[in-house]
């Protein structure tokens, strides 16, 4: 059990991405969960509508999971990475190639989606520079993207807000249109308008060159800048693109991966598959960082040419393929199966999308986007403020007992897979009460 919060230590911890001062004047503290529901220290539940932050995809405090890590933690705290191995790691890679898109049969493993990030874009440098094209060194993102924190991930990326602050980022980057089209406001499922937006490639190619292009990296379903959904024929048009010029396509799947749309990648649900795919917060249902890069077996025996005593990829973490983090992952992947959890979101995606979409009656919705166990319901600025309306509502929704997350001028909902009807109805009653009390 926590002591009782002291001044001093509300004021040591500088919180991220968070408006501390804000905070600090009124905190919001979670001390328990277990499965659809968080308590605070006083004891009062509060319904999960966001999966925590979109990972923990079996609900909270699963006992299989637990125990899992509680035994690995007891067994083999940890096992040096490089030149080393221990057996959890490899059955993982096993396990995650069985439910990976066909043809990604190559796992990496990271501590984060910021890590999975920048281990894929230095992958597909290295993948060029490997085959006789070093020259193939630039990055491009798409505006609106995100793609974590860490330099390479804010470069390709496409939030201002995420880059402004820190200086020149990396050279060698440019970025797609994003594909949030006003024409497709309201749009059940995939949006129709848009899929020419991916041809803004050749504008980069013609700009560039393609003999200067590594890779190219979207989320197939940007999460964290408003839920932007893949217009029709936009992802199959980008792969298309990047196969006719010899750049590689990276998917960032750290939200969608692991059931989010009711297939275990959007790669899967789109019928895209990607040469690098980026995935963490559902591979171990949130509860141990990890991430983990899929890729091909092109891409990886590229590497594997010199001779045998040399490292081949100069790149890796102290906590890559941690024990307890491979406990917990296939623990999860356990549980997943087991309570057919990667397609769940298929099923539930009727009542949650109907719900989400009888938003758009309520005074100051802008647009309503879903598919799966997603959902975007953007609102109108208050007072000119972007983002104030949202964060009204999700200060509202959190008094009235569910939590709920803002992206800018959008409240997002990415729920447990495990949700049921009710809850479906309690997240957009409550949802409703604080958008009206917010007019
Ligand atoms: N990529 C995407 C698409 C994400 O949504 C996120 C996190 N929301 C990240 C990368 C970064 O993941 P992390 O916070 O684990 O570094």
Known sequence: MSSP??????????????????????????????????????????????????????GHARPRIVQAIQAQAAELDFAPPFNMGHPLAFELAGRLVEIAPKGLNKVFYTNSGSESVETALKMAIAYHRARGEGQRTRLIGRERGYHGVNFGGISVGGMVANRKMFGTLLTGVDHLRHTHDPRNLFSPGQPEHGADLADDLERLVALHDASTIAAVIVEPVAGSTGVLLPPKGYLERLRALCDKHGILLIFDEVITGFGRLGSPFAATHFGVTPDLMTTAKGLTNGTVPMG??????????????????????????????????????????????????????????????????????????????????????????????????????????????????????????????????????QIFKTLTEAIRSAA
Not at 10 to 39: C, E, G, S, V
């Open 5 to 58: 919060l002291t001044q001093a230590s509300l004021d040591a911890y500088w919180m991220p991405f968070t408006a501390n001062r804000q905070f600090k004047q009124a905190p919001r503290l979670l001390a328990r969960a277990d499965r659809m529901h968080f308590w605070t220290p006083e004891g009062r539940p509060v319904l999960d509508g966001i999966a925590g932050l979109w990972c923990v995809n079996a």
């Open 292 to 425: 983990a890069v899929f890729t091909t077996q092109k891409i990886h025996d590229t590497f594997m040419t010199g001779p045998e005593h040399v490292i081949e990829f100069f790149h890796g973490y102290t906590y890559s393929g941690h024990p307890l983090a491979c406990a917990a992952a296939i623990a999860t992947l356990d549980t997943y199966a087991e309570e057919g959890l990667l397609t769940r979101a298929a099923t539930m995606a009727e009542p949650f999308g109907a719900a989400a979409r009888a938003m758009r009656e309520l005074p100051n919705v802008v647009d309503v986007r879903t598919m799966g166990l997603v959902a975007g319901i953007e609102l109108a600025p208050l007072d000119g403020q972007p983002g104030a309306r949202a964060f009204k509502v999700f200060l509202d929704c959190w008094e009235r007992g569910v939590l709920v997350r803002t992206t800018g001028d959008t409240v997002a909902l990415s729920p447990p897979l495990i949700i049921e009807p009710e809850h479906v109805d």
